[in-house]
Nanobody, 124 residues
Framework: QVQLQESGPGLVKSSQTLSLTCTVS??????????WTWIRQPPGKGLEWIGY???????YYSPSLKSRTSISRDTSKNQFALQLNSVTPEDTAVYYC????????????????WGKGTLVTASS
């Protein structure tokens, strides 16, 4: 069974960089055809997709966050990471890492595994 675990600081100051790591166990982040995804949920609001890094290392980001977002991976540690620059209080949210199973032009299985989420507070 695949497990994902978010880790990183729970508090970040405005204008600084939010950094989180997702550690994956039970499956390789290089296995076809999985997309390793970051999603967040601000308090009282819905889920917001941030972006992903694919099994091949390609990345894609939400247009609204692209200019501030970087997703990377360390295959030797089976981890992928999120960096969000120039944080403001509006970036306060529970941040989730997740796995999406997607077969292009065949079928989108959606997200099949989630981490538990970690609350990150951006202070003013």
């Amino acid at each position: 069974q695949v497990q994902l675990q978010e880790s990183g600081p729970g508090l970040v100051k405005s204008s600084q960089t939010l950094s989180l790591t997702c550690t994956v166990s039970g499956g390789s982040i290089t296995t076809n055809y999985y997309y390793w995804t970051w999603i967040r949920q601000p308090p009282g609001k819905g889920l917001e997709w941030i972006g992903y890094i694919s099994y091949s290392g390609s990345t894609y980001y939400s247009p609204s966050l692209k200019s501030r977002t970087s997703i990377s991976r360390d295959t030797s540690k089976n981890q992928f990471a999120l960096q969000l620059n120039s944080v403001t209080p509006e970036d306060t949210a529970v941040y989730y890492c997740a796995r999406r199973y997607y077969l292009f032009n065949v079928y989108d299985y959606g997200i099949d595994y989630w981490g538990k989420g970690t609350l990150v507070t951006a202070s003013s």
